[in-house]
Structures are given as structure tokens and as C-alpha cells.
């Protein structure tokens, strides 16, 4: 596969001389320590934890089975709180938080210390959970999810984080899949005005996921919610009746830490595995590094828990690095398309990570909107999870950042478990629309299909050499791990095509497999296909993404109906509405084309880049090879 470098990136912007001057990172000094010994600069980092044991070698490197930090011992939960007791931090916020609907809480370290030993108590002596087993965590983005987080870590419990948004079908098949013991949920989420009941789903998700011993709710409301007896435990009442002191678990560095489930090339979700002591290492170093994080600083990443983003830079990253840290529970356009910068001008924050989709929805209502606010507070800001094109970039620097705040550009996967490609906020040049370089300790390289170097142009991005934060694993399936990932390349194999400059610069331009990024979010066609065939009136499905001003890509798919089913007015939405119900939201298709047919090699394989082309209005590939080519001509006049 070609990938053209048809961008042209040659705007150099440079930091404001007063950023660069109090900068974290100002010179090349951590690049020429990692040039000259990556393993001794990777130990060096990881000496920034607390361990209860050092290790014996930093990595030991089978292909594609790494252990860093061999038989190091520490605890992620110590590590985020207890060592910040014995240090000014004591009574340092650690978390505020605010709710779409303005509840609002503060915790200091302190008193989010008490919370996570309560509730590690719980788990462990209450319930009996022990290291190693499941716990699955299905919370809006509420401090409580934090402290869950932190108290699984703390028994040494593997937290896999289940988004919200995700349905009963999604939340089963998750905890199925990790076999998990114990659930914590919300009584309801609220999103944009509206109450989701997330007992119901998690009640719902049970009735076929029978692992599940015990389900502890986080009652937010008074309302009286379905209550099974010996199940159902109170979230409040279990920190209430637990001690605020425990002895946390010491864990291996290469134990589990958590499973995060994200989209692959295949109908099923993968549970990507982290491991302990390379992870946390990374967590603090990159957040230092790339955030500029300070202790006076007020920090917000958009991100919600469920995703790796809010794993790594809203919890663990800022956490080790001792910063307060802003969640906000909504959405960035309710109540209106100014709460944002509201949340900016009222706390202070000062450093603001945040997705692209984001930043083009407020673009598109106008630079009016940020102009009410005062907005000086902030200092640095940040986009991630999908490529962000110039303009959108331009426009950030210019009414967000007043032209006086760098730019991180980060790119990296729930895989690479921290960020890998971006320019360090003090010391380089930004270019709009490009990462930049790989940090320091990370090396990256386009490949062409062969496996050969590219030194300047597009190819296949691989990170080529393996790093501390690494996804260990598929949970269950390490087959498929090898597969992916480590099949292609000797290195390992992103799935992003990306663009590197004369200057070292890489541009990531998407995905080059099956994987969609809608408004940042992994969709796998293929989930999105079989959810679509497990609807009784559909026979087939063909997935393909198409271009999106605001979403970057959106979905449309297109739909063979079963014989004797026949278009009704309603069915474009009844499907959308399926997928939805059976997925989630975020995987719901802006457009269905019902067709009489799809486009077919003579062996019967699906030619989705000819339904791509056609659905982005670009010129047709070669047919030939179609045993059905006339349907080609249909499909395009389906779509006008
Ligand atoms: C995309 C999110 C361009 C990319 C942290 C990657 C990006 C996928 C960027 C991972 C970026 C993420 N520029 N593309 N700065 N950041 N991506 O696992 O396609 O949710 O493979 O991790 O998002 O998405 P994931």
C-alpha cells in the first residue's frame, strides 16, 4: 500500500519565548540520553516510581513478549497517592469535579487516599476479591470511577473500564470475555439533559454473564432502582463501613494492571492487557514530558475513563505526577456551545487536552463563542485521537490558545498505552496537522510493505523497538495479538499510515485496515456489520467510512435486505436504531443505503473499497475482477 505524502507541512511555528523559559524539557538532553542508552534512560524513568523491590534486568525482549523492569515489585495505587502523603501533597486537590447539572466535588490527595483504602478494604475483605481476578468498572465519568480505579489497583485487582455509552449486549460480551467477578456501576449517568439508567443495563448485561458474583452502585440519586439481594451492594455504604487504612498489594511490574476492550479488524472487541511497572513508567514520564505538567497547574483532558486516554492522562499520569486534575461529566455542547471555556474561565485550568471532533464542532459554531470568556488562564494545549487537520489546528492555536499556547499533537493507541509521536511543548517547532517526533526512548519508522525503511515520504507507521507502556497482550486470545500486531513487521505494526519529513516529522494520516475513527472513537466495520446482520430483516452488510467535516469519518453502510422484507419509510432509522441498541451510540451509521446487491469478486468476497470510493465520491478503482460489476453503477445512484 501507497501512502502519498501529498501534505505539505512547512509552517514552523515556535513556542512563545516565556513558555519555552519555565519549560519542563528544554533541550535535546533526554534525546541524546536515549540515543546513546535507551535501556539505562528507560531505567532512569522508571527510578521515578516508588518500588517495593528494583528489578533485575530492565526488558527482557522475546518478539513479541516483553517484561520490563524484570521482577521489580510496586503498587499503581501507592504510587498515585500514598507517596504524595509524606510531601507538601498531603492536602493538595487531586480531583474537582463538576457534573453537567453543576454537582460538583473535591477531593485532596488525602481524602482520595482514605476513599480508594476504604474501598480496597471492601473489595478484598467484604467480598473477597483477590489479585489477579476481574473487576469490571461501568461508571460515568465521576470521581467514584477514579476511586474505583485506584482501589482495584490496590488489591491488585485488573479493573477493565467499560464505557458508559456501550450497551447491554457490549457490557456482556466485556464481561464475559474477562470473566469478571464483580461489577461497579452508576444508579444513572446523565448526558445532555437526560437520564440513562445504567443499573438497568448492568441488570440486563447480567442476566447472561454469570461470573458476575457481586455489583456494587454508586447511588447518585434517591430514586428506588431494581436491588438484588446478596448481589447488590451500596457503593457509599461500602466506603462508610471500611477502614481508611490498607496494606496494598505489591504486584509484580509485569502483573496485569488493567484490560481495556477496543476495536479491531474483527466482529469482536480485543481486551488489550497492561501490565504494571512499564506502564505507570511510561504514565509519569510522557505526562512530565509532553504536559509540562507543574504543581500549580490545573490539568484537563476531555477524555472519559473508558477510553485509554482517560486511563493514562486522566488518572494515572497526572495522579504520579502529584497535579490537580478538572473532570467534567459532559458533553462539550451542553448546555450551550460555551460550557467549555465557562469551565476554562471559572477554574483557572491551565493545561487543555482535547479530540479534534471537538475542536471542529467549535469551529463551526463560531470563534464568537470563546470570545466571551477570558481564557488566559491557559498555558499549553493538546489534541489527540485522530489526525487534526491544519485548519482546525490553526484555529485552536488562535482563539483557544491566543497564539501564546504550544500545541501537543499527540498520537499514540490503547496499545501503546501512553503518547509515542508528538513535539515537546518547550523545545521544538510545531507544524499544524503533524505529531512531530517520537518522544524520547521511542523509536518510530514508515515502512514500506516489505518491510523496507522509508527515510522520508509515506508509508506504514511501526514503532521499532519495543517500549515500557507496550500492550502485553489480547486478553484470552494471544493469537491474535502475534497476528495483528506482530505478524506484519518484524517491529510492531500500528495500522496507521502516516507521512515522516525531511525534519523527522511524522504526519499520521488514519488507518490503513479496517478500523474507523469516528470522533475518536475505534469502530471496527466488521462489529458494526454483524450487528447489522444479527437484525432478522437484514441478509448483508458492507461498512465503509466516509469523510466528515466535524466527526473526521463517519459510517455508512449498505444493506441487503432478507427476501419478502421491504423498504419501509422507517427502516433506515429502525436499523441505525439496531446498531445502536446492539453496539452503542458512537457505532450508529449517519447513512444506510439499502441495495439489491453488493459489489462481489467471483469468490464471493465483499470489494469495500470500490463501496468506499463510491460513498466518498472518488473515481472507481478497477471493477474487473467484480462478478457482478454492473452493480456499481446502482449503488452510485443509491447514493446521490
Ligand atoms: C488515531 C487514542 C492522528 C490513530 C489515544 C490511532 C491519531 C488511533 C492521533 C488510536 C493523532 C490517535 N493524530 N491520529 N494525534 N491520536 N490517532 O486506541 O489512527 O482510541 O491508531 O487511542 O487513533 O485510537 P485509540
Known sequence: MKIESHYELSDLIKPEETFC?????????????????????????????????????????????????????????????????????????????????????????????K???????????????????????????????????????????????????????????RLN????????????????GSEINLKEIVDEALEKATSVKDVIIHKRTNKTINWVSNRDHNFDEAINQSSTTHKPESMDSEDPLFILYTSGTTGKPKGIIHTTGGYLTHAQYSTK??????????????????????????????????????????????????????????????????APTAIRAFMKSGESIPKQYNLSSLRLLGSVGEPINP??????????????????????????????????????????????KPLPGIQAQCLQDDGTTIHSGGGLLSLTEPWPSMARG???????????????????????GAVKDKDDYFTVIGRVDDVLNVAGHRIGTMEVESS???????????????????????????????????????LEQELKQFVATKISPIAKPKTIIITPDLPKTRSGKIMRRLLKQAANNETLGDTTSLANPQIMEKIKQLIK
Open 474 to 496: 489480547i486478553w484470552g486470545d494471544q493469537e491474535r495479538f502475534n497476528e495483528v500486531y506482530w505478524s506484519k513487521f518484524e517491529t510492531y505494526f500500528a495500522g496507521d
Open 532 to 570: 447489522l446482520v444479527d437484525c432478522p430483516k437484514v441478509a448483508e452488510a458492507a461498512v465503509v467510512g466516509i469523510e466528515d467535516t466535524i466527526k473526521g469519518q463517519a459510517i455508512i453502510a449498505f444493506v441487503i435486505l432478507k427476501e419478502g422484507i421491504s423498504e419501509s419509510a422507517n
Open 115 to 173: 476513599k480508594v483504602c476504604q474501598l480496597a478494604n471492601y473489595l478484598s475483605q467484604t467480598l473477597g476479591i483477590k489479585k489477579g481476578d476481574r473487576i469490571t468498572l461501568y461508571m460515568p465519568l465521576t470521581p467514584e470511577l477514579a476511586i474505583s480505579v485506584l482501589a482495584c489497583a490496590r488489591i491488585g485487582a485488573i479493573h477493565s473500564v467499560v464505557f458508559a455509552g456501550f450497551s447491554a449486549n457490549s457490557l456482556q460480551d
Open 177 to 192: 470475555d474477562s470473566e469478571s467477578k464483580c461489577i461497579i456501576t452508576t444508579d444513572i449517568a446523565v448526558r445532555r
Open 391 to 436: 485548519e482546525a489546528w490553526n484555529w485552536y492555536y488562535t482563539h483557544i490558545g491566543q497564539k501564546k499556547c504550544p500545541i501537543v499533537d499527540t498520537w499514540w493507541q490503547t496499545e501503546t498505552g501512553g503518547i509515542m509521536i508528538t513535539t515537546l511543548p518547550g523545545l521544538h517547532d510545531m507544524k499544524p496537522g503533524s505529531a512531530g
Open 21 to 113: 523559559k519555565k519549560a519542563n524539557i528544554q533541550n535535546n538532553d533526554l534525546y541524546e540520553k536515549a540515543n546513546h542508552n535507551r535501556l539505562d534512560f528507560w531505567e532512569e524513568q522508571a527510578n521515578q516510581l516508588n518500588w517495593d523491590q528494583p528489578w533485575d534486568s530492565v526488558l527482557d525482549w522475546k518478539k513479541p513478549n516483553a517484561k520490563w523492569f524484570v521482577n521489580g515489585k510496586l503498587n499503581a495505587a501507592t504510587n498515585c497517592l500514598d507517596r504524595h502523603l509524606t510531601t507538601h501533597r498531603k492536602h493538595k486537590t487531586a480531583i474537582i469535579w463538576e457534573s453537567e447539572t453543576g454537582q460538583k466535588q473535591t477531593l485532596t490527595y488525602d481524602q482520595l487516599h
Open 289 to 354: 514530558v509532553v504536559f509540562d505538567i507543574k504543581d500549580d497547574d490545573l490539568y484537563w483532558c476531555t477524555a472519559d475513563i473508558g477510553w485509554i486516554t482517560g486511563h493514562t492522562y486522566l488518572v494515572y499520569g497526572p495522579l504520579l505526577n502529584g497535579a490537580t486534575v478538572f473532570m467534567y461529566e459532559g458533553t462539550p455542547d451542553y448546555p450551550n456551545a460555551g460550557i467549555f471555556w465557562d469551565l476554562i474561565e471559572r477554574y483557572s485550568i491551565s493545561i487543555f487536552y482535547t
